[in-house]
């Protein structure tokens, strides 16, 4: 994909000076579905098969990019919660001009501000920077704010960021030098943060290969979540399940096969509960982990047809049409595989 794709909606909203209201989760989405019905609809041409893998992985990429600004967005947003004085002034600014205006303020450097001042200023640059798709620039700014004093959130921030922009051995590094700073963590809030950086190494090991440290996070980061969401099951559970499903792909392409077989069916009952108690909010992870089952143990039609049933019901949205999409595709794959004897 083209940097300018990457840039997307808001580069081209800081060239107009777009007041900095118009930018939402729903203004990302629309960025990015014509491109997606676009391929989608070349899928259903008369092209080779070598062509359709090509377009299939044009669209994972384009969900992708579109994930990361979403991320981007939500993680600007919290930062601007912060209490200190720059924090609230450029909220303040953001929410009253254009994103001209706000990445000014936060560009301008000052020998007055406190040293946390300073750093806040540093970190809502690097993630408006982010959600502009200007990596080096906010890389630079990530590098600068951990630089004034090792924050543990702002240094997770710049790992996240690191892996998010496959650059895995960074990355590494980053979050191996956040583990010396919350070994030890006391609160359930730092639990949490710490069982997030240990599923993070896992899935960055799994990436680079290095299967023994993988899974060595995985166990750990799993160990850590269960007795989370023990103690506080509505924060918690949800993230063990993503520790589950990315322990399940791991056994799975590891070929340990009964290891993953137990492991997914954890994964199931658990996004299976989650959505028997809030069916609107969990309909989207539930229809995953069924068409995980799918891919991964041949459950049968009947796995992708509940997840077709459950998203059916579900609120509308991108996603839900996008994996509605992925299942008839799966469905015309199995309806096309003869019965074996």
Excluded: C
Excluded at 305 to 330: F, G, M, N
């Amino acid at each position: 994909m083209s940097k300018p794709i990457v840039h997307g909606i808001f580069s081209m909203l800081v060239v107009a000076g777009v007041h900095a209201s118009a930018l939402s989760v729903e203004a990302i989405h629309a960025r990015y579905r014509n491109e997606i019905i676009d391929l989608e609809k070349r899928l259903e041409g008369h092209i080779s098969r070598h062509q359709k893998v090509q377009i299939v992985k044009q669209i994972h990429k384009i969900q992708v990019k579109e994930s990361l600004q979403i991320l981007a967005l939500k993680q600007l947003r919290r930062s601007f919660e912060r209490s200190d004085p720059v924090a609230k002034h450029a909220r303040e600014i953001f929410q009253n001009a254009d994103l001209n205006a706000t990445l000014s303020y936060l560009s301008r450097a000052d020998s007055n501000l406190s040293r946390d001042a300073e750093q806040s200023r540093l970190l809502l640059r690097a993630e408006l920077l982010k959600l502009l798709g200007k990596e080096d620039a906010a890389d630079e700014a990530y590098d600068r704010a951990t630089q004034i004093s090792p924050d543990p959130q702002i240094l997770y921030e710049y790992a996240l960021f690191l892996q998010n922009h496959r650059r895995s051995y960074d990355a590494i590094d980053l979050y191996e030098e956040l583990l010396e700073d919350i070994k030890h963590p006391e609160s359930l809030t730092d639990q949490a943060l710490l069982a997030t950086v240990w599923n993070n190494l896992g899935n960055l090991y799994y990436r680079i290969r290095d299967f023994k440290k993988a899974q060595a996070f995985y166990i750990k980061s799993r160990a850590l979540k269960e007795s989370l969401a023990s103690k506080a099951p509505a924060a918690y559970e949800p993230s063990l399940t993503l520790t589950l499903k990315n322990f399940t792909l791991f056994y799975a392409d590891t070929r340990q096969k009964e290891k993953a077989a137990s492991l997914y069916r954890a994964y199931r009952k658990l996004s299976e509960d989650l959505y028997a108690k809030d069916p609107q909010k969990y309909a989207v992870g539930y229809a995953q982990s069924l068409i995980v089952g799918f891919v991964l143990f041949k459950q049968g039609g009947q796995a992708l047809q509940h997840a077709k049933r459950i998203l059916q019901e579900a609120p509308p949205s991108d996603k839900v049409r996008s994996i509605l999409k992925t299942i008839r595709r799966l469905q015309s794959k199995h309806r096309a595989i003869p019965a074996s004897s």
